[in-house]
């Protein structure tokens, strides 16, 4: 699938932090391997099918196995922004929620002012349902 195939980060490796010391990715790895195991969330490092390098993360939060519903998270790292890596990886998350898991709804949330992220929903199949003001705290 190219630059968009996804890979379980709780196997203890292929995952990325936030950019801050060496314990934080630890930390986020020790975190999505408790949602792994609490069934909460679910979580998969992004990284270029030729050389195996992470450019990237996709995973489920908010996860409700007995309601079969779900929210699509993902962030893709600069240097690979643009290449349609996150647009692939997420589909082939929704793909394998859908039809491997059998998940009945999945949701994808993200600021209107993200163009990219506006992009990457309608390329990777969300149908826009309407938009929640104030919902979402970001940035700028």
């Excluded at 986020?28 to 195991?37: K, N, S, T, V």
């Excluded at 409700?64 to 997420?90: H, I, N, T």
Aim: proline share 2%; aromatic share 6%.
């Amino acid at each position: 699938m190219g630059a968009g195939r996804l890979r379980r980060t709780t196997d203890g490796g292929g995952g990325a932090g936030g950019g801050g010391g060496q314990g934080e990715p630890r930390g986020r790895l020790e975190e999505w391997r408790d949602g792994w195991r609490g069934e909460r969330r679910a979580s998969w490092a992004v990284a270029e099918a030729d050389t195996d390098e992470v450019v990237g993360r996709a995973g489920l939060r908010a996860l409700s196995l007995d309601e079969g519903q779900a929210a699509v998270a993902y962030w893709v790292l600069p240097a690979a922004q643009g290449k349609g890596v996150a647009p692939r990886a997420v589909a082939a998350l929704t793909r394998w929620a859908f039809d491997e898991i059998g998940f009945h709804r999945l949701e994808l949330q993200h600021s209107v002012g993200n163009l990219a992220s506006c992009r990457v929903a309608l390329r990777s199949g969300f149908a826009l349902e309407g938009t929640q003001r104030a919902a979402l705290l970001h940035a700028g």
